[in-house]
Each structure stands twice: as structure tokens, then as C-alpha cells.
């Protein structure tokens, strides 16, 4: 079994930071690519960034200079480092990653479960 949890939401006024977490465990032998996508009420889900395993990044135009994706390979972790947020930034953030498990030779994309990240006005 392969599972991806979120951490590090909550409540923060505008023009504050949160560090969100993503952490992979289970029988896994890779990780690819990775990557944090956000929902905010009423609206569809869109990517916010994404990482290779080699640390290439892109961002969403709305988070450029704002908003820093890393990941630690050897703890199967990814973060998401939010700086300067606005009440545009509200929604469930969740994260995926391109993972191949021990045994297989086929890589499958998972995705956590999602964590709230809250900016108050």
C-alpha cells in the first residue's frame, strides 16, 4: 500500500506564511514527479506547483514569487512553502505524486487526502 498524507493547514490572516508537508510511505521503490494542488470553494481544482526528482519546479502564475515547492527524496517528503497569502489562496490543498512500488514496473499516480489552508481577511 502506498499513502500520501498532508500536513501543516490551518487559519492564517492575510500576509502571513504556512508550511504544508507531504509525506509518501508505504512499499515504495521511486517517486517521480510531485505535486500541490489547491480547491477553494465553488471553484474546480488547479495545479498551484510541481517538482521533479531531480527539482525542476513550475508554479502557477498566481503563486510565482510567492509560494516554494521542495522535496526531500530521501524522506519521500514534499513541502510547500507559503509566503504572503491572501484570502485567494483559501481551499483544500492536496498533493500527487508518480510513484512505482516495489515489484511493479508501471507507475501509478496517488493523491493525499487533502489538508485546509484558511486566510482570513
Known amino acids: 500500500q502506498v499513502q500520501l498524507v498532508e500536513s501543516g493547514g490551518g487559519l492564517v490572516q492575510a500576509g502571513g506564511s504556512l508550511r504544508l508537508s507531504c509525506a509518501a510511505s508505504g512499499d515504495i521503490t521511486s517517486i517521480g514527479p510531485m505535486g500541490w494542488h489547491r480547491q477553494a470553494p465553488g471553484k474546480q481544482r488547479e495545479l498551484v506547483a510541481e517538482?521533479?526528482?531531480?527539482?525542476?519546479?513550475n508554479y502557477a502564475d498566481s503563486v510565482k514569487g510567492r509560494f516554494t515547492i521542495s522535496r526531500d527524496n530521501a524522506k519521500n517528503t514534499m513541502y510547500l512553502q507559503m509566503n504572503s497569502l491572501t484570502p485567494e489562496d483559501t481551499g483544500v490543498y492536496s498533493c500527487?505524486?508518480?510513484?512505482?512500488?516495489?515489484?511493479?514496473?508501471?507507475?501509478?499516480?496517488?493523491w493525499g487526502k487533502g489538508t485546509l489552508v484558511t486566510v482570513s481577511s
Open positions: 500527487n505524486a508518480q510513484i512505482r512500488r516495489r515489484g511493479q514496473i508501471f507507475v501509478l499516480g496517488y
Open positions: 517538482v521533479t526528482s531531480a527539482g525542476s519546479t
